[in-house]
């Protein structure tokens, strides 16, 4: 019999952050070049235990056009929990990510963080700005651990 309260079956989307701006690019070409999480978009702590199943993005306005490949991409701590390439993106495009499921678990008080990760081959490209969505779940406490 599995388990039966319903309270952990929710999964609802929700929206985590609005018109995420990342700034523009500092250097040209160089594969690592990533722009980090703003300081004013900061993602929800977690009350509970939550794994996060689904991510999306909404393009509010368009990345620079030399921007390819970009990754929009959800950590926790340093492990990859989502990827959406967003390189070509324009305003209103929608992306969705694949989820690894092993890093997308997060225990009560903790955040993801995020990054624009990816190539800009002129410094001054803008990273766009974007509106991020996560599915979420909560689940239960796990045995003896607390959280």
């Not at 702590?45 to 199943?53: A, G, L, S």
């Not at 002129?122 to 969505?133: F, I, N, R, V």
Request: net charge neutral; no cysteine; aromatic share 8%.
């Amino acid at each position: 019999m599995g388990y039966s309260d319903q309270k952990y079956y929710a999964r609802p989307l929700v929206k985590v952050a609005s018109a995420i701006a990342f700034g523009t690019s500092t250097g040209a070409g160089t594969a690592s070049n990533s722009l980090a999480q703003p300081a004013a978009s900061q993602l929800p702590e977690f009350i509970n235990r939550t794994k996060i199943t689904m991510v999306e993005a909404i393009a509010v306005t368009a990345i620079a056009a030399n921007a390819n490949p970009v990754n929009l991409t959800i950590l926790n701590g340093t492990n990859i929990v989502a990827q959406i390439p967003v390189g070509t993106f324009t305003a209103g495009q929608v992306g969705t990510a694949t989820v690894t499921s092993a890093n997308a678990v997060f225990t009560a008080g903790t955040q993801p963080t995020m990054a624009l990760i990816g190539t800009f081959t002129a410094s001054g490209g803008t990273s766009g700005t974007w509106d991020l969505y996560f599915e979420q779940q909560e689940l239960p406490v796990n045995p003896g651990s607390g959280s």
